[in-house]
């Protein structure tokens, strides 16, 4: 066998080998679809007095109302037999068992081992992962509450009281996002920054009014070869040793959290102040391994695990649960069937809670690195607009409600584009103050309530309505949602909730039948950024080969910059 046909074999995938459009489950789906495209929201609830309540699923805390959605009872049934068929079930039992699912980057798919309990074994090549999984999770404990608890020091002796951590994309969204969740958990006495963005901006703005010598790094990188992690790192470096002007006190002032001991130890940390995790650990699904230091520092080791928890209970009702009540099933089948079989291109995900500010910018990430594929696992193209071709991945988005209704609701209830929308909220506030939950809540049901039945014209001669005006005024209603509800935003909540979406991306990729754990899309990019910046830092004119566009632009930034 020649190289590549061993390397093509090694990437076999037993998964793949029905064309998704080929399934009679999806061919019905198809039809149905067609079928039902007439059928209103408000035709469906008055026809079944108990749509609200039976159309609902509940796990981790987790309550689940999917009545909102533009199903029937049959489309379910279709669905679940296409999640069948699809082989969603093997599929994640494969990723439990730790094969290689990610066949293009030939890694195993773990980050269900991060949370599992200490009795729980889970194997990659022979090995039981969870004992090391725990072993780092206790290094990281003592570190964390050595720093919460004053004994970890900087260089010249003074407590930590600023934790800054270095890292982009899954090194950095996970952590700002559940450190922002968990705040009112987390000790208050500590700042917490999070710098992201090579423009040099963000360093500076986030380090501004902090002390070098109360200020701890944490470089967070899995590969720590990441051109933007590094520049920052770099420039942390500097700004530590420019205030404390001692080499040894980087040791007191930088950790690394990464798979890769060599490129740390050549940055100069040493690796006894490095917490590890492994190559079986997705980047965007990495904030519960030591990626997640950050936030253990915030809440503290317990509260740590608790979050933990809450993922693991998710990943044994993902397990467990028949898919007609299984949640990450069920949300993963209802993208899948507005994205693909009803054309919504988008998706809004819109947390009524303060603390889940950065939910949605975390799950972008999470969904669309994911699901932002084009080519099946078998590398066949799935062109949309091709015989037998279909949509993937929906463009996720969000922002907290209450201020998005009065930003860009407008479009979702009366624009030309119908957007499902995921609500997030809870009974319980966090800062009860007045009547602000009741006004939140409020806020929430009737969004929801409004989407789905809308306004129409009648109602609105009845009311009086000058006619001119009735066409302007008319909500067409029949926008589909989901609503989660919950009892209160703990960290094992906010865990499962995690773990839901997760999952709910798996089910996704399984049916669509892509490699939901590569991200090969962002490597173009950053190759040709490789090449273009010698070409702005080079002293004498460069010769350049790019495109007339790419060439002009760099010319002109020359210039300007002299
Ligand atoms: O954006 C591409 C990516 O590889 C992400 O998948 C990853 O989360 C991010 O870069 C950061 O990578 P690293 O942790 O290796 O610095």
Redesign the pocket.
Known sequence: MSGDAASQAACETPFDAMARPQLPAWQELEAHAAAVSDTSLRALFDSDASRGTRLTAEACGLYLDFSKQRVTDETLQLLVKLARSAGVAERAEAMFRGERINVTERRAVLHVALRAPKSQQIFFDGEDVVPGVHAVLEAMGVFANDVREGRWTGHTGRPIRNVVNI?????DLGPVMACQALRHVSDRSLTLRFVSNVDGTDFAEAVRDLDPAETLCIV???????QE?MANAGSARDWVLGALEDEAAIARHFVAVSTNADAVAAFGIDTANMFGFWDWV???Y?MDSAIGLSTMIAIGPDGFRELLAGFHAMDEHFRSAPFDENLPVLMGLLAVWNTTFLGCRTLAVLPYDQYLARFPAYLQ?LTM?SCGKRVTLAGEPIDPAADGGYTTGPIYWGEPGTNGQHSFYQLIHQGTEVIPCDFIAFANSLNPLGRHHHLLMANVFAQAEALAFGKSSEQLVAEGCAEWLIPHRTFPGNRPSSTILADRLTPALLGSLIALYEHSVFVQGAIWNINCFD?WG?ELGKQLAGKIVPELEATDEPELAHDSSTNALIRRYRRMRG
């Open positions: 890292g982009i994309g899954g090194s967070s990188s899995k590969t720590f070869t990441t992690t997705g980047g965007r990495s990430q690195e991200q962002v």
